[in-house]
Nanobody, 128 residues
Framework: VQLQASGGGLVQAGGSLRLSCVAS???????????VAWFRQAPGKEREFITA????????YYMEPVKGRFTISRDNAKNAVYLQMSSLKPEDTAVYYC???????????????????WGQGTQVTVSS
């Protein structure tokens, strides 16, 4: 599985951005076999989990700093996961990464080491 993240950029505080994560998968596999998460890493800080979506898209999970402002979704027909970010704040400035792993169980997985596949990251900068 190869992941390609895109959609980052420079935006003013209060603005919106939509990130995309598109997967390249072998013909013997299917994107719906994977749960997907978004992480971010701000300058000088460790990478942090922010949200995840189940293989079907029916279940989502958000960390408190982004709850109510960010929305994760997926389109398995397009092998894609999206992160709609609204009401952006300067503290949202970071490199955003998508990550995937085989289907989650009943527990949401929030550690880097829980994920097998990573995109290259896309920079989001929010100016005040």
């Amino acid at each position: 599985v190869q992941l390609q993240a895109s959609g980052g950029g420079l935006v003013q505080a209060g603005g919106s951005l939509r990130l995309s994560c598109v997967a390249s998968i072998s013909s013997e596999d299917t994107f719906s076999n994977y749960g997907v998460a978004w992480f971010r890493q701000a300058p000088g800080k460790e990478r942090e989990f922010i949200t995840a979506i189940s293989w079907s898209g029916a279940s989502t999970y958000y960390m408190e700093p982004v709850k109510g402002r960010f929305t994760i979704s997926r389109d398995n027909a397009k092998n894609a996961v999206y992160l709609q970010m609204s009401s952006l704040k300067p503290e949202d400035t970071a490199v955003y990464y998508c990550a995937a792993r085989p289907r989650f169980g009943s527990t949401w997985l929030t550690e880097d080491s829980d994920y097998d596949y990573w995109g290259q990251g896309t920079q989001v900068t929010v100016s005040s």
